[in-house]
């Protein structure tokens, strides 16, 4: 038995050493295959850097792994030459200033094999290089002839800083330009003047949207104190429960400006036309509601649900603010209900309507050789409900049984009891009612 372990033991031996050597080969190949690819020492104006880069990594590689050997970080096919000699750089960001005759590259501006950059900086993405903080400081940091040099190319220093910055002025931008922070998805701030330098080509809106969903930049322990900066610019954190809040405001408004009643209560029966839209120059409207599409808000709200379908609560909220939901037929027959107490209320809570009355605007008031005519005192009848045929809709009610269908007809029966509708009406000629 102990020679047989002696044996096994010598064979495992033997195996590991061998895994050893043909690991260290294979290791050495990539080493060489890759020093080959990307440090090709060539015989034009870029051989001095090149070669200093070889002579680099080899020095690189005989105190750490294989890894590190390429003076260039990998990203799929794009890569970051923070490990590139300043040389190559320059160079690259003086043969741009020539093409594009200023430095304000692209946020992932990758080398095209082209013959006009070296070969050896083929797929770097010269953006993300010269604007990583670890470039300035292997290569520009107490560097004050290279600080000098970039100057002169147009260097841009402020996006040598974190991203939430630049993300910070960004969103700063966009509501003093928009008034709103609604950033679309696919906005891209533009390379205008108006916009900072630093900011120029930031995807604000995939920033935006990688906030909202993911918690983008809200980690850590500056999390609360950024979660506390994007409330203090008015970040919007939902957008529909932005929309809702905004067709909550349009609805105030509405109330205050355009239905001028007389101090009954119009709770669920205000009426908005599809085709209304919020003047712009209003100075009644609030400057951030100018243009905004409210009418077909309203259709869109009762004929598809917009903003309430799945949120009770917005519904009631609605009907709060005196905006019916349920439909057409409803908002009928709340003017009706309206159109009958004012009437009642003045005809000594009695609703005998003649079948021709139609609810009356005020007088207007006026002076003519001294002589004043209309009237100062408040008019019972809502602005809304002038030129309604209250007489008509009764008739219908009595004859036909509109709006006594369904559910709620019973309840109905009972608001026009109340209200003391005659439901059989003496026949001949009426007095005009007032």
Request: hydrophobic share 35%; net charge positive; glycine share 8%.
């Amino acid at each position: 038995m102990g020679e047989q372990h002696r044996q096994r033991l010598s064979l495992l031996l033997f195996r590991l050493l061998l895994c050893y050597v043909l690991c260290e080969r294979a290791e050495a190949f990539r080493a060489e295959r890759y020093s080959r690819r990307h440090l090709r020492i060539t015989n034009n104006e870029f051989s001095s850097p090149v070669a200093l880069a070889a002579v680099q990594s080899t020095e690189i590689g005989e105190k750490s792994k294989s890894r590190k050997l390429s003076p260039v970080i990998k990203i799929g096919k794009v890569r970051k030459g923070i490990e590139i000699p300043y040389a190559f750089t320059i160079q690259a960001l003086k043969l741009y200033h020539e093409n594009h005759g200023d430095l304000i590259l692209p946020r992932r501006y990758v080398i095209p094999e082209s013959d006009i950059y070296p070969s050896e900086l083929h797929g770097v993405d010269l953006a993300g290089t010269v604007y990583h903080i670890k470039w300035w400081q292997r290569h520009v940091k107490q560097r004050p002839d290279r600080v000098t040099e970039l100057n002169s190319l147009g260097f841009v220093w402020e996006r040598l800083q974190p991203e939430w910055n630049l993300v910070l002025e960004g969103l700063l931008t966009y509501g003093t330009i928009y008034g709103n922070l609604l950033i679309p998805s696919k906005f891209v701030i533009p390379y205008e003047t108006k916009w900072p330098k630093s900011t120029w080509g930031l995807a604000l809106g995939n920033c935006v949207h990688r906030i909202r969903t993911r918690g983008e930049y809200m980690q850590g322990d500056n999390a609360w104190s950024r979660k506390e900066q994007l409330d203090s610019v008015g970040f919007i954190w939902c957008t529909r429960e932005y929309k809702f809040e905004v067709f909550c405001r349009a609805l105030r408004f509405y109330a205050q400006i355009e239905v001028k009643g007389s101090g009954y209560n119009t709770v669920g029966i205000m009426k908005i036309p599809s085709s209304f839209v919020i003047p712009t120059g209003d100075a009644a409207w609030p400057k951030d509601l100018w243009g905004y599409r409210f009418g077909e808000k309203c259709t869109a709200v009762r004929q598809k649900q917009l903003y309430v379908k799945g949120h009770p609560e917005r519904s009631k909220i609605l009907s709060e603010l005196g905006f019916h939901i349920a439909g057409n037929d409803n908002l009928r027959w709340l003017e009706v209900v309206h159109a009958s107490a004012v009437y009642s209320q003045l005809h000594g809570k009695k609703l005998d309507v003649p079948l021709t009355f139609v609810v009356p605007a005020p007088p207007q008031r006026s002076v003519e050789d001294g002589v004043v005519t209309g009237s100062d005192e408040a008019w019972p009848w809502p602005e809304y409900l002038w030129g309604f045929p209250l007489g008509q809709r009764l008739k219908d009610i009595r004859l036909n049984g509109y709006y006594l269908k369904g559910k709620d007809a019973v309840e109905r029966r009972s608001q026009l009891n109340a209200l003391g509708f005659v439901w059989s009406p003496k026949r001949g000629r009426r007095k005009k009612a007032t």
